[in-house]
């Protein structure tokens, strides 16, 4: 089993940065697969990134494709999504994820374990 905690979220200005994390615990953390979604209110939850289990292969939404990147340090057993050039429709609850097959997928229903989010605020 693994148990994820988000930080890193808060209030920002559009067109500024932030980098949230992803700590990790439990066995094998570096087997997994790991994402990062996002859910507005009113929406549905919808992938941000993902990384496969050695940090080799990544795949980022369109809608933030050259804005965020996503990355892995298994050693620390933490992933992180660095946010660029922010916009007011960044704002959400940013939740990682992990999957057990190890490879990079866009889908949450693939995806094993959840964290409990973290807030992002983009003001204009």
């Not at 209110?41 to 990134?49: M, N």
């Not at 990079?104 to 409990?116: E, I, K, T």
Request: glycine share 10%; proline share 2%.
């Amino acid at each position: 089993q693994v148990q994820l905690v988000e930080s890193g979220g808060g209030l920002v200005q559009a067109g500024g940065s932030l980098r949230l994390s992803c700590a990790a615990s439990g066995r094998a953390f570096s087997t997994y697969a790991m994402g990062w979604f996002r859910q507005a209110p009113g929406k549905e939850r919808e992938f941000v990134a993902a990384v496969n289990w050695s940090g080799s292969n990544t795949v980022h939404a369109d809608s933030v494709k050259g804005r965020f990147t996503i990355s892995r340090d298994n050693a620390k057993m933490t992933v992180y999504l660095s946010m660029n050039r922010l916009k007011p429709e960044d704002a959400a609850v940013y939740y990682c994820a992990a999957d057990a097959s190890g490879y990079a997928r866009r889908s949450p229903l693939v995806y094993d374990y959840w964290g409990q989010g973290t807030q992002v605020t983009v003001s204009s």
